[in-house]
């Protein structure tokens, strides 16, 4: 059995939880897993400022709810994040999140010549939609929010990444399409045992 924690990120009410994502946490219950979950715009962030503090060193005075997402991601043994790609990122209340729980000594530690990882042996599952066809965001505009995020969570955190969905044209989704997108999800999630 796996402790799994499912980030999502979507300021839509109506894909807080999209068909994939749901499919995921169903097919990871059904397998045995504990699963918790959190939509990070139900949740209240401030931005991390540091003021004129040089010392690196991170406030660690969080509120309830971010809190209690800091300490499901280190109970977790694997991370799901889902979200869309806004302007060739991440969206930025995620990134606010990450920056408020991603704590040095809690999720990484500073060494000598950077961040050294703390997690290591546990994964992540990366879930990201955009509006343009998969190799316009790979090839063409060289899979950046991907490689941001592959970056902070293998070389920072110590996760390795064991599954990336990537929902492309997600605007003009056809119900036929969204469905392989759900059969996807599961399907690949059984075959490879991520979860």
Known sequence: MKK??????????ENRKAPYVEAYIEQAQNAGNEVRTINVYDLKID???LGDRSDLEYDLSLTGELKQAQENF???????FAYPIWHLNIPAKLKSFMERIFQPGVIFRFGRLGPEPIHKGKTAVIMQSYFMPDFVM????GDLPFKIIKTILSKW????????FDFDNI????????QK????SQNVCLKDRII
């Open 4 to 13: 799994i924690f499912v980030i999502v990120c979507n300021a839509k009410k």
């Open 47 to 49: 931005y991390l400022d």
């Open 74 to 80: 280190i109970w977790a043994d694997q991370i799901v």
């Open 138 to 141: 790979k090839y063409c505009l």
């Open 157 to 164: 955190c110590g996760f390795k990444i064991v599954k990336r």
């Open 171 to 178: 605007a003009n989704v056809s119900e036929a399409k969204k």
């Open 181 to 184: 997108m759900v059969e996807g």
